[in-house]
């Protein structure tokens, strides 16, 4: 089974930043759709950030401009930076890897998960 190694999250002050890494040995993410998600209590898991194969970019409107989705190949590792977090954005973030090409925004399409990392903000 494929492992995804999450680090980072913690607990935060509105307003406040935090970068979130996910790195793999196993699979190269250059070939890969990778995304992270977020499930925050009671709701669905949702998208919040995906970079395809050919490194293109997208995001949830919630964190656009916020958030900053990025991969360096080199390391086979996967970044969320977050900026002006506000309550709304705690929840269990998750990264989570797609073979081949397209998007990755769905969860029923992702092929490995990390295991998850807790993010709270505190207003």
Do not use: H
Request: glycine share 10%; proline share 2%.
């Amino acid at each position: 089974q494929v492992q995804l190694v999450q680090s980072g999250g913690g607990s935060v002050q509105s307003g406040g930043s935090l970068r979130l890494s996910c790195a793999t040995s196993e699979v190269p993410y250059s070939d890969y759709c990778v995304a992270w998600f977020r499930q925050a209590p009671g709701k669905e898991r949702e998208v919040v950030a995906e970079i395809d194969n050919d490194g293109r970019t997208k995001y949830a409107d919630s964190v656009k401009d916020r958030f900053t989705i990025s991969r360096d190949n080199a390391k086979n590792t996967l970044y969320l930076q977050m900026n002006s977090l506000q309550p709304e954005d705690t929840a269990m973030y998750y990264c989570a890897a797609k073979n081949g090409g397209g998007s990755c925004d769905s969860s029923g399409s992702m092929d490995y998960w990390g295991k998850g990392t807790l993010v709270t903000i505190s207003s």
